[in-house]
């Protein structure tokens, strides 16, 4: 398991289009790709889970990368969250 913290620093937070940009971007991957915000856990394919999260601007999430390509997901989460966020 592989994982990264990062703070939101979009002031709208996680909302659906970021949400959705996340579902899209872990969609090729093999690894299961999860996203935590103090006690609640969202897996970051389904949109749903991710807005039910309710990150708002400067709440640290964490993103934990778990599978057969892993390596490849984190640097590409690592590079792209920040955009999206």
């Not at 709440?59 to 599978?67: A, F, M, N, S, T």
């Amino acid at each position: 398991m592989t994982w990264f913290q990062y703070v939101i620093s979009d002031p709208a937070g996680m909302h659906a289009r970021s949400a959705a940009a996340i579902s899209r971007m872990v969609e090729p991957f093999q690894s299961q790709v999860c996203i935590r915000l103090k006690t609640k856990e969202a897996d970051a394919s389904k949109v749903m889970a991710l807005m039910g999260l309710k990150a708002k601007c400067g709440d640290r999430i964490e993103i934990r990368v778990e599978g057969p390509d892993e390596q490849e997901a984190i640097r590409i989460l690592q590079a792209s969250i920040p955009t999206i966020l």
